[in-house]
């Protein structure tokens, strides 16, 4: 398994202001590069994940107000949201977050515990349906052909494996990746859980709290950016910061990265 490289670890814990004695709240916990650094720099860390794999607190960030009251939590420095798909996910066949692996279960699911996986989904939903998801959570321009292909395939045979959902769209990386972003994000309402786990982060911010959001496509961006602009917040970052070309050559995760700052007002 290839090591796990924190996106934009720099600007990040310079953004958090991250300070000995404090407590902060890493909600993407993941790997845990973020947090390693955190603690390393003498900060307190509260780790949430998802996914059950992870060293973390499980719970999913909506939750992050109840999950940071239960552990001590209940006001803090700075909060982390770094929304992309960790490494470990992607590489892990099972999972099915990845078309790489052809036979693997179509799952996509953050949490393999609960929730219908994204072959029961695709299977279920009316092909209007498919296509408002491919539209809205991937703003896919084949969205109508892909739709209505995959009704048509599934008529014949359930689809069960990635590598059923490959052969129906065919092997275009850039659509495959779109298509498998949108079936994510509908399988774990990744906007609806963010929207709420903002929220409540709000909360549990104190006063002069940095909010941290590494985002990795433009749907994600700008749901923090309105957040940002309409909340109690005062805006560190304009325009979010990128990664520099050395960084994107080292860490290709760190290519569509985007970090917005907050802080509480």
Request: charged share 30%; no cysteine.
């Amino acid at each position: 398994m290839k090591p796990h490289i924190p996106v934009l670890l720099n600007q990040v814990i310079a953004g958090l202001q991250v300070a000995a004695g404090k407590r902060y709240i890493d909600a993407t916990f993941g790997g845990g590069g973020h947090a390693r650094e955190i603690e390393r720099r003498g900060g307190k860390v509260l780790g949430i994940d998802t996914d059950p794999d992870t060293d973390a607190v499980h719970g999913n960030f909506r939750d992050i107000k109840k999950i940071a009251q239960e552990n001590g939590f209940s006001k803090v420095s700075g909060i982390l949201f770094d929304l992309g798909v960790s490494s470990h996910q992607l590489d892990t066949p099972e999972r099915g977050f990845s078309y790489r692996f052809t036979n693997a279960p179509l799952d996509l699911r953050m949490d393999q515990s609960k929730g219908e996986t994204a072959a029961q989904l695709i299977n279920r939903l009316p092909e209007s349906e498919l296509y408002d998801i491919f539209v809205r959570y991937a703003e896919e321009e084949l969205a109508r052909p892909i739709a209505h292909a995959i009704y048509r395939a599934r008529a014949v045979k359930p689809i069960e494996t990635t590598g059923d959902l490959v052969k129906i769209i065919g092997n275009r990386p850039g659509v495959l990746s779109r298509i498998f972003q949108a079936l994510r994000i509908a399988v774990n309402d990744e906007f609806g859980a963010l929207k709420e786990g903002l929220a409540g982060a709000e909360e549990l911010l104190e006063q002069e709290g940095r909010l941290v959001v590494l985002t990795f496509h433009s749907l994600e961006d700008r749901i923090v950016k309105k957040f940002l602009e309409r909340s109690g917040f005062r805006r560190i970052t304009k325009k979010p910061i990128v990664a520099t070309q050395e960084e994107k050559e080292l860490n290709p995760r760190a290519r569509s990265a985007k970090l917005r700052i907050g802080e509480k007002l």
